[in-house]
């Protein structure tokens, strides 16, 4: 029952504690009324109890084995024929070889496909849709933030504000899209393609223009990519290119977005919720999306997580 207990506690530790602050980066500690309120119950607990064992006289005497009488003969083993101690000493040597046994055998009838994790499932990102509001939703999963995208050039310097979150341009573009290299949900993709760039069909360019002769040909050694891509990093990016490998879709965009909310919330009066979850992710699917909610709804990386107000969107459709 113990290990029951800490279980779920250490569990919603887990999911609703140190989940949010590898999101966030904030940190918390109780208040000190929270901690007097989770004191009191267990105090209360514990006072509930003592009165029932003094009340209902639970325990006249103090139970006692027969065999831990210091005058009694010992009892053998009957499996072993072994003499194993004492009877709490005994009992604790028989639950621990019934559970080691018991580990065993359930460990040993375990398939080895489900000890083998597949591993993520790679789940491709899609441009965000709409105008004056996107609404993204990288796996049209309709779990996402309407994105008021008028407003925040707006409030942040016009369109010199445009590359705070376009950070780098594609080649032959400007103001590239996340998705274009934040290719995958939830898992980190090659920004480069440097398959791409070496293939007859691709870029066709031969390994000495980007690997110096004599050096060992690695990311490491490789120029950087704006050496040749002269507008690749538009002036003014927050947010620096230092490898190859993109973040996942999730991480760019909560990386992205807490981190400028954090500074917000510390500037404008009455922000001070503004990197909160709730701010961005409060929003129902927009209108002209709702024909495809069944469409996408079905698919297998659909996530079942409900907006308040996409269920009704989904019969309406149906």
């Known amino acids: 029952s ?8 250490f569990n919603r530790i887990n999911v ?24 009191g119950v267990l105090s209360a607990a514990v006072l509930l109890f003592l009165f029932a064992v ?11 084995h027969p065999e831990a009488e210091p005058t009694s003969r010992p009892h053998f083993d009957r499996a072993s024929q072994v003499w194993l101690g004492a009877p709490s000493v005994a009992g604790r040597t028989k639950y621990s070889l019934a559970f ?25 990102t899609m441009a965000a849709r709409g105008g004056d509001t996107l609404y ?9 933030v309407a994105f008021k ?23 032959m573009d400007k103001q590239s899209g996340c998705y274009r290299c934040h290719k995958l949900m939830y898992q980190e993709s090659d920004a ?18 980007c690997h110096e002769e004599g050096q060992e040909r690695t990311a490491a050694s490789a120029k950087k990519c704006d050496r040749c891509h002269r507008d690749l990093l538009p002036e003014g990016a ?24 954090k500074e917000k919330a510390l500037t404008l009066e009455g922000k001070e919720d503004l990197a909160r979850c709730a701010r961005c992710h409060e929003t129902v699917p927009p209108e002209y999306m709702s024909p495809e909610a069944p469409v996408f709804g079905n698919k297998p990386y659909f996530n079942r997580v409900m907006m308040p107000g996409a269920e009704s969107l989904l019969k309406a459709d149906d």
């Open 2 to 9: 113990i290990m029951v207990v800490f279980g779920m506690v």
């Open 16 to 39: 609703g504690g140190l989940t949010m602050m590898g999101i966030t980066g904030d940190s918390y500690f109780p208040s000190w009324m929270e901690i007097s309120i989770s004191a």
């Open 54 to 64: 003094e009340k209902f006289h639970v325990w006249e005497t103090s139970p006692r």
């Open 100 to 124: 080691l046994f018991s580990f065993a055998v359930a460990v040993a009838i375990i398939p080895g496909n489900d000890i083998n994790s597949k591993g993520a499932v790679s789940v491709p």
């Open 136 to 144: 993204i939703d990288g796996n049209r999963d309709l779990y996402g």
């Open 149 to 171: 995208h008028e407003m925040h050039i707006s409030q942040n310097g016009q369109k010199q504000s445009c590359a705070l979150c376009h950070h780098m341009n594609i080649p």
């Open 192 to 209: 480069f393609g440097h398959q791409w760039h070496s293939s007859p069909r691709g870029g066709n360019i031969a390994c000495v223009q």
């Open 238 to 261: 927050r947010i620096k290119y230092e490898r190859n490998i993109a973040p996942s879709y999730v991480d760019a965009m909560h990386r992205l977005c807490v981190d400028c909310h």
